[in-house]
């Protein structure tokens, strides 16, 4: 394998991962664009999501052995459930979590969400414990080869989805009534409600909305990197840094900055250690702090992260 | 409202600390904490105390502590470690305790902690183990790096430490000498570089790639790699890391793509080791797997599943200690183990269970003989272990070896259809 091999990838595998962190940063946006927090249990949807999904795809048993779930359902089917319990989850979290604090301050209720976040992973390592679970992939077969990288058929659904996803996602804020009305509550809540939106319902369309997004990035991701009960911080952490990179608000940013940190990461990892990929991600944070507070796509006046609290 | 959001936050934290405390909940009584079988009883307390007058009088009871890491990324080692150690305990006590050097009948008090895999936590327990709960002996440690870490806390304490984790630095100091106040029952993994480097000779492979865990544990195994290959002339055409805990091994298989390597030598727990596999598999590799004793576990076949398929590792003999020849002299231990581990969990046990029955057997014969005087357990476990039978190999401990066994405790196996399968010496040329 040649240089030019290694590097194509290297570039293949952080598109794969990178598609990830975009999902999870398309969360971040949207729940922070509609409520104005930055809601950090979205890794813990992914992680919920793809355990739903593990549990419905094959024999698991949990509780420490309590209960056997033996559905065996087929790959697409159980990943549909998995997206939907993930729904359900950031429903529940906006109505008994988030609703109820809405007029308390922006950053007690981004606090509320690091409670749920650590609430929630404590649920889930009861529940499956702290063993790494895979689900098959959605197809199988032999991996493909371009440019001497191999791309394995579940990477291909990995990018797949993640361009599926974004161009539905564009199509939905763009062209329906209830994406025109997230998009409004964004843009000015009062002038929203004036309106006759209900911009407490757009939170909650919000929060499900983000909690699909996150539990599809971690369904398809886990028959190639595993779950374990422990990994949404770090995908929160990621997909976090991926929206501050696509300056905060925007959802096109925020897939770029997705994709962006996850070459980063590979690169770093390939080319020098694999030891400083966590490093090299935040260090990336650190310097698009540095350099331009708003973010690389939106030349920021401050404003956006005055109403994050940060 | 403001009153709601409070409620709302403190009942969001409770939960937090509630399930953060789950983690650290120390017990001092041994309850099997896997499946909720009723506890082992064992048939016809075994070997009631010689002699046949009445039972003696019972004593103080000998106060043993023990951490594992029953959470956490270790935890598919430190959970049935911990398991072996209850049932022991369990056993040892229904039968009255241990019959001490001073004619008394002692009950074992364990004080069982959990370091979360962690190795700051595992130093802070055993400070506890030594300073509130007056152990005399320490077992435990299920990582290497939670092992090396509390060396010099029960150095300090003249407490002796049984290690059930691998890495040679945990009884090797860094001048070649034994650490005084600490032994391990795990192979070191320098035989089991041996026996994969046989394995790799009856195969003609000269040139190999060696993928290791940056920790303790795959840091010493690969160290123990290069010594094989420099004193048998393999060369290790590619080497490097990966993070405990990685996932994604993609960079590291990739430049491994690029070298003319014919083996890849793998050095990790299951944890990352089936991902690992899984990638290999995905990357449509031609070069054969082998793996070092870390994986083995069930949970590596159930994680990789088609993936482990053909998987070589070397490993201590209880795995497939069905498939042993009757002359093997471990046999019949490892039978009543094996037994009693499923009598009591309903399934089989794994080696890093072998590990802990054998530290914890040790520290048993030497309360018998020496009674709760941590020096003169010390002296015991480093001169009368000697042909010593245990789960883990033949010991042979001594001043200059607090290990103790040696390759002959190692065999072969082969992951075959989800099970593991013995391979014999003389059919590794045929194996995979």
């Known amino acids: 394998m040649t240089f030019t091999e290694q590097l194509a990838q290297f570039i293949v595998s952080g598109i794969t991962q990178g598609s990830i962190y975009a999902l999870i940063a398309l969360g971040f946006v949207t729940i922070y664009n509609v409520t104005g927090i930055i809601n950090f249990s979205q890794g813990e949807f992914a992680v919920i999501g793809a355990f739903i999904a593990i549990t419905v795809a094959q024999k698991v048993n949990l509780f420490r052995g309590q209960f056997d779930v033996e559905l065996e359902w087929p790959v697409p089917v159980a990943a549909l459930i998995g997206v939907g319990g993930a729904v359900l989850v950031g429903v529940l979290l906006y109505r008994l979590g988030i609703q109820p604090a809405r007029h308390a301050s922006t950053l007690s209720q981004i606090v509320a969400t690091i409670g749920a976040s650590i609430a929630l992973r404590g649920l889930v390592l009861l529940a499956w414990g702290t063993d790494p679970y895979r689900i098959p992939p959605f197809t199988q077969g032999k991996p493909f080869k371009i440019l001497g990288a191999v791309i394995t058929r579940q990477s291909v659904w990995v990018m797949g989805l993640t361009v599926v996803v974004v161009v539905a996602l564009f199509l939905f804020f763009q062209y329906t009534l209830i994406g025109k009305a997230l998009r409004a509550s964004a843009a000015n809540p009062g002038a929203a409600r004036l309106m006759g939106i209900n911009t407490r319902r757009m939170g909650l369309i919000a929060f499900a909305l983000s909690a699909g997004l996150g539990a599809l990035g971690g369904i398809v991701i886990t028959p190639v990197t595993f779950m374990t009960y422990d990994r949404g911080l770090m995908l929160a952490l990621k997909g976090f840094v991926a929206m501050i990179m696509g300056g905060l608000t925007s959802p096109f940013g925020a897939v770029v900055g997705g994709l962006a940190l996850g070459i980063v990461e590979s690169l770093a990892a390939g080319l020098i250690s694999s030891g400083y990929k966590d490093a090299f991600a935040f260090a990336v944070l650190f310097v698009v702090l540095l350099v331009r507070l708003g973010g690389v796509f939106k030349r920021g006046s401050g404003e956006a992260l005055e109403r994050a609290g940060l | ?432």
């Open chain 2, 1 to 432: 409202m403001k009153l709601k959001l409070n409620i709302l936050l403190t009942g969001v934290m409770l939960a937090a600390l509630i399930l953060s405390a789950c983690g650290t909940a120390t017990t001092s009584a041994p309850l099997p904490t896997e499946p909720p079988a009723a506890p082992p009883p064992t048939e016809a307390p075994a070997a009631p105390p010689p002699t046949a007058v009445p039972a003696p009088a019972e004593g103080e009871p000998y106060v043993v502590g023990a951490f594992f890491s029953t959470t956490g990324p270790v935890s598919s080692l430190g959970e049935p470690e911990w398991g072996t150690v209850a049932m022991l305990t369990e056993h040892v006590n229904g039968d009255g305790g241990i019959l001490g050097p001073d004619g008394l009948m002692h009950k074992i008090d364990l004080r069982k902690y959990d370091d979360q895999s962690d190795a700051t936590k595992a130093v802070e327990i055993v400070k506890k183990l030594i300073e509130e709960d007056k152990a005399v002996a320490i077992i435990g440690g299920s990582g290497s790096p939670a092992s090396i870490a509390v060396i010099e806390t029960v150095t300090n304490a003249e407490v002796p430490f049984i290690s059930v984790a691998s890495s040679s630095v945990i009884v090797t100091a860094a001048d070649g000498s034994q650490n005084h106040w600490v032994f391990k029952t795990p192979q070191q993994n320098y035989p089991v570089a041996q026996v994969q480097a046989d394995w790799m000779k009856a195969h003609g492979i000269t040139k190999l790639a060696s993928l290791g865990v940056n920790n303790a544990f795959g840091k010493d195994s690969m160290a123990a790699m290069q010594r094989v290959a420099q004193e048998e002339g393999f060369e290790i055409v590619w080497e490097g890391t990966f993070e405990p805990r990685d996932t994604d091994f993609s960079a590291q298989l990739t430049a491994i793509q690029g070298t003319d390597a014919e083996v890849l030598i793998v050095h990790a727990t299951p944890g990352e080791g089936a991902p690992l596999t899984v990638q290999f598999r995905d990357m449509g590799f031609e070069i054969p797997i082998v793996h070092n004793h870390g994986i083995g576990n069930q949970s590596f076949i159930n994680t990789a599943a088609d993936a482990a398929q053909g998987v070589l590792f070397p490993i201590g003999k209880l795995l497939v200690v069905d498939q042993l020849p009757d002359s093997d002299p471990q046999k019949a231990t490892l039978k009543t183990y094996q037994d009693e581990f499923i009598a009591a969990f309903g399934k089989k046990p794994s080696t890093f269970g072998g590990h802990a029955w054998d530290a914890f057997m040790m520290v048993k014969e030497a309360l018998e003989h020496v009674g709760p005087d941590s020096a003169a357990i010390r002296d015991y476990l480093e001169t009368n272990i000697v042909n010593w039978v245990g789960i883990s190999g033949v010991f042979n401990v001594t001043a200059d070896d607090h290990t103790g066994i040696g390759k002959e405790s190692l065999v072969l196996v082969e992951i075959d259809e989800g099970t593991w399968a013995y391979v014999d010496p003389s059919n590794y040329a045929d194996t995979p």
